[in-house]
T-cell receptor
Framework: DGGITQSPKYLFRKEGQNVTLSCEQN?????MYWYRQDPGQGLRLIYY???????QKGDIAEGYSVSREKKESFPLTVTSAQKNPTAFYLC??????????????FGPGTRLTVL | AQSVSQHNHHVILSEAASLELGCNYS??????LFWYVQYPGQHLQLLLK??????LVKGIKGFEAEFIKSKFSFNLRKPSVQWSDTAEYFC?????????FGSGTRLSIRP
């Protein structure tokens, strides 16, 4: 089945620790995105990548880092510099170019809780 | 600042009532517009999208939306809601390579 997988589903972290969230897609999509979802604030863009080995900051990139070494993978690291990391994190992907009007496909999300 | 606004944070309706959820955006030029839905415990999924042509677009489950360029709006409608429409609804705008979401509207349906 084609789709986006995120792991783990739930993640607990102590303050001061870095943690990496996994996102893998087998849809052969070029672009991948990370969003953070908080109640009443919708989805806010953290980072996105249009192509391998390239990525751009979104609206709330501070305290986060990403890499895009492979087309199918776009891991997100939540660093200790992120002041309020407890949230629901969503990964998405989409085609680009002539298919740029296509919608994003979303993963199931990872709920991160900082203790 | 460029933004997507959903003015209704929580809407409560009875079954069979008509629904209209507002969405306004502040981007100029060409945009692609989307409505996504998140049912409790499920992935975000696409309801409908607009990228060109007829400004009245029809989506899944009886939903439709109208793009009014002069008003920078893309409101979502359904003539008769069902209990199963209980969910959170997000409007989104694609501009260049970024997709920006509104803050969402939670829809609760009374049986």
């Amino acid at each position: 089945d084609g789709g986006i997988t995120q792991s783990p589903k739930y993640l607990f972290r102590k303050e001061g620790q870095n943690v990496t969230l996994s996102c893998e897609q087998n849809l052969n999509h070029d672009a991948m995105y990370w969003y953070r979802q908080d109640p009443g604030q919708g989805l806010r863009l953290i980072y996105y990548s249009q192509i391998v080995n390239d990525f751009q900051k979104g609206d709330i990139a501070e305290g986060y880092s990403v890499s895009r070494e492979k087309k199918e993978s776009f891991p997100l690291t939540v660093t200790s510099a992120q002041k309020n990391p407890t949230a629901f994190y969503l990964c998405a992907s989409t085609l680009t170019g002539q298919q740029s009007y296509n919608e994003q496909f979303f993963g199931p999300g990872t709920r991160l809780t900082v203790l | 600042a460029q933004s997507v606004s959903q003015h209704n944070h929580h809407v409560i309706l009875s079954e069979a009532a008509s629904l209209e959820l507002g969405c306004n955006y502040s981007y100029g030029g060409t945009v692609n517009l989307f409505w996504y839905v998140q049912y409790p415990g499920q992935h975000l999924q696409l309801l409908l999208k607009y990228f060109s042509g007829d400004p009245l677009v029809k989506g899944i489950k009886g939903f439709e939306a109208e793009f009014i360029k002069s008003k920078f709006s893309f409101n979502l409608r359904k003539p008769s809601v069902q209990w199963s429409d209980t969910a959170e609804y997000f409007c989104a705008v694609k501009r260049a390579s970024k997709i920006i979401f509104g803050s969402g509207t939670r829809l609760s349906i009374r049986p």
